[in-house]
């Protein structure tokens, strides 16, 4: 079947960085996206990965190893405001959306 | 502003009732989805559009449908409400293409009593 495994909570500390694991079986592959959704709140676009390596954008970076089936995203220079759930979710062969359950980070002071 | 809207916000409902959560968007995407969330759980497809005048089925389609007749409105409706569909709702809106980004908006919490 297909899955997308990431830990279900994680604390860190205002300032420093968090690494967000995802792992993930699917019947094809078609790109690795991660979403940021703050409590009450819809998704918002993180990042999109379909080639292996990092990607870095400000202060979130995102890496992929399509023959590990792995990603993360990292988050660097923490702020209270990165206090929210991220969902790893994988397109699969179909061109259809795998979505993780999320992770929620905690961010302490 | 440009988006996607998405009414009611919040709604309770019994059980039996027919219930239709309204979705339009303004960026002119040819995809729509919609999707439910529910705690523990990733993101469910409903059911999706492609283009104007299709529709697909999700992950999760039974219970619901839905319609496309123009390329901004995406209604979602439960023909007899139950119980284990309360839930969010979100619809989500992409531009078919290199990364497919998806575009959500704000949500329906739904409650079936």
């Known amino acids: 079947g297909q899955n997308i495994d990431q830990p279900t909570e994680m604390t860190a500390t205002e300032g420093a960085i968090v690494q967000i694991n995802c792992t993930y079986q699917?019947?094809?592959?078609?790109?690795l996206f991660w979403y940021q959704q703050h409590a009450g709140e819809a998704p918002t676009f993180l990042s999109y990965?379909?080639l292996d390596g990092l990607e870095e954008k400000g202060r979130f970076s995102s890496f992929l190893s399509r023959s590990k089936g792995y990603s993360y995203l990292l988050l660097k220079e923490l702020q209270m405001k990165d206090s929210a759930s991220y969902l790893c979710?994988?397109?699969?062969?179909?061109?259809?959306?795998?979505w993780g359950a999320g992770t929620k980070l905690i961010i302490k002071p | 502003i440009a988006g996607i809207t998405q009414a009611p916000t919040s709604q309770i409902l019994a059980a039996g009732r027919r219930m239709t959560l309204r979705c339009t968007q303004d960026?002119?995407?040819?995809?729509m989805y919609w999707y439910r969330q529910d705690l523990g759980l990733g993101l469910r497809l409903i059911h999706y559009s492609n283009t104007a005048g299709t529709t697909g089925k999700g992950e999760v389609p039974d219970g619901y449908s839905v319609s496309r007749a123009n390329t901004d409105d995406f209604p979602l409706t439960l023909a007899s409400a139950v119980p284990s569909q309360t839930s969010v709702y979100f619809c989500a809106s992409s531009v078919q293409g290199d990364t497919g980004e998806l575009f959500f908006g704000e949500g329906s919490r739904l409650t079936v009593l």
């Open positions: 960026m002119r995407h040819n995809a």
């Open positions: 979710a994988v397109r699969g062969g179909n061109y259809q959306l795998i």
């Open positions: 990965n379909v």
């Open positions: 699917t019947s094809g592959f078609n790109g």
